[in-house]
């Protein structure tokens, strides 16, 4: 069989070289390390597949509804690790848990959905959804000379990262957050900025880990962000 990480790798390379730097090979290879880190825990340690949690970090962003103009001609996951010798029922769910990563998605979850115990129950899901939302959060961004440093960094400046990149304000003082959105609302919402993305988002996702470390590595992270937030604030007084 191929060497279906380096050979799935070299696919999402391409793949993700068409977006901006918040979402790019060196955020996917964060959440891959991510995502390994949590799985050699205690709390998941020998009850996970790590060959599905690798290929799942590394294909999480192929079909991100953020980037829908790009995706006419996105691979099909499932049909790709076939195609290159993967087993179909792990293949199977590799595609399920990409399908199953994303903020949004999450929000619009519920009970009564058929797979709503699976998602409750799947650790690789779990570990896989813990690594990315820690990258979104912390202070860390895309910026490569900022690699070295403390892992802190990576949520504040792909928020920046992303929002240049879209042309959404850094702040405007007079728009206040929409806190606690639906799903509908978060995906039809205009005219928000940068700032108010921590309110309405990353401030959120340090309550939504489902692993025992990412929890610890989240509620870290996440006061590291809230300090940020509140230097904004007291800079802004100043000035307004």
């Known amino acids: 069989m ?12 391409n793949y993700m070289s ?11 290879d964060r959440v891959y390390r991510l995502a390994l880190h949590l799985a050699e825990q205690d709390a998941l340690k020998d009850r996970v597949d790590l060959t599905v949690i690798q290929l799942a970090a590394l294909c999480h962003d192929i079909g991100d509804r953020k980037y829908i103009s790009h995706q006419e001609q996105k691979e099909n996951i499932e049909q790709f690790l076939i195609r290159h010798g993967y087993d179909e029922t792990k293949a199977r769910l590799v595609q399920k848990i990409v399908d199953n990563i994303g903020y ?3 929000l619009g979850w519920n009970k009564e959905d058929p797979d ?13 959804q813990d690594a990315d939302k820690l990258d979104a959060i912390g202070a860390f961004g895309n910026v490569y000379f900022f690699f070295v440093i403390s892992g802190q960094l990576w949520g504040i400046m792909r928020c920046a990262a ?4 879209k042309d959404i304000p850094i702040h405007v003082p007079q728009l206040d957050p929409i806190l606690h959105m639906t799903q509908k609302e978060y995906t039809n919402q205009k005219g928000g900025t940068a700032i108010n993305h921590f309110h ?3 401030f959120r996702l340090s309550s939504m880990m489902r692993t025992p470390t990412g929890k610890q590595l989240a509620k870290k992270r996440d006061q590291f962000m809230h ?3 509140r230097q904004i604030e007291d800079e802004e007084k100043v000035i307004y």
């Open 116 to 128: 709503a115990d699976w998602r409750d129950t799947c650790l690789e899901l779990h570990a896989v």
């Open 104 to 106: 949004s998605k999450e």
């Open 2 to 13: 191929t060497d279906i990480i380096e050979v799935t790798r070299s696919m999402v390379a």
């Open 200 to 202: 309405e988002k990353l």
């Open 162 to 165: 992303y929002s240049g990149a």
């Open 18 to 28: 068409q977006f901006d730097p918040s979402h790019d090979m060196h955020h996917i």
């Open 227 to 229: 300090a940020f937030i």
